[in-house]
């Protein structure tokens, strides 16, 4: 943890903020090793980054006032992050990598050769993504919690999961979108880059289908390569959010 994300509900009447996160509490009495009096960097949700005064501290709840500094801005153009279904493990480290860097948004859609079967891991649950997010926010610094959009609904214990739009279905939109392919160019050979926001098609394990690939030629969707080599796709948000701030770093 290198800042405390903190959450306008943990916000008592008196305007001091209550933490009674068990790991939160965990880490900054056992790893962080602060007590009363103590401060830490910290931000607050979707507003800004400030300083955190320890007033009360137990293993049971910690209680602090917050003191905001700045007020930091999103980045531009925002970026949409949207990635086939993945083995759980991968889902939560691209969940982590895209709230560290701090991407406007994150859906996960089913692709053709998607495995259905992960559908049914808990990492779906809203209460846990949202973890996941925190966890990426307060390693990065990042206060903008990133929206997060599933294109199918999971299956509950006496019901199939229920498809709602696949990666295939969307691409008609008026959208900016970029698929990430081997074959495709570099970032920089996508210049200009005037569009306020893209959309990146994030593909499954085993990789785009043909039928897919000509989808995205029919609708001119350009492909962007990251590295010669074949990435895995938690490797792969990471190549391109890493060289897409590089491209953008320079162009402005």
């Known amino acids: 943890m290198n800042y405390l994300i903190l959450d306008p509900t943990q916000k008592t009447n008196s305007g001091e903020f209550k933490i009674s996160n068990k790991e939160r509490i965990s880490h900054i009495l056992n790893i962080l ?6 401060k830490i960097k910290a931000g607050l949700l979707n507003e800004s980054l400030g300083i955190f005064k320890i007033l009360k501290i137990s293993s049971q709840e910690i209680l602090g006032s917050y003191t905001p500094i700045i007020k930091p801005k999103r980045r531009s153009p925002g970026i949409n992050l949207i990635v086939s279904v993945q083995r759980p493990p991968t889902i939560e480290k691209i969940i982590e990598l895209a709230s560290v860097w701090g991407v406007q948004s994150l859906e996960f859609r089913l692709a053709t050769l998607s495995r259905k079967e992960y559908l049914t891991s808990p990492v779906w649950k809203e ?3 949202k973890e996941k997010l925190i966890l990426g926010m307060e390693q990065g610094g990042n206060i903008f919690l990133p929206k997060v959009e599933l294109g199918f609904i999971p299956p509950g214990k006496k019901t199939s999961f229920e498809k709602k739009e696949s990666i295939s279905e ?4 008026s959208r900016k979108f970029f698929y990430l392919d ?3 160019k570099a970032i920089q050979e996508h210049r200009p880059l005037a569009d306020k926001e893209y959309s990146i098609l994030v593909g499954p394990e085993p ?8 989808i995205f030629r029919k609708y001119n969707i350009p492909g962007i390569r990251l590295s010669s080599s074949v990435l895995r796709s938690e490797q792969a948000v990471s190549f391109f959010l890493s060289q897409w701030e ?4 320079r162009l402005y």
């Open 246 to 249: 590089n491209s953008i770093f």
């Open 182 to 184: 081997k074959k495709g």
């Open 170 to 173: 969307i691409v008609s939109s």
């Open 127 to 129: 209460e846990n993504i």
């Open 207 to 214: 990789g785009w289908t043909n039928a897919e690939l000509e």
């Open 33 to 38: 090793q602060k007590k009363e009096g103590d």
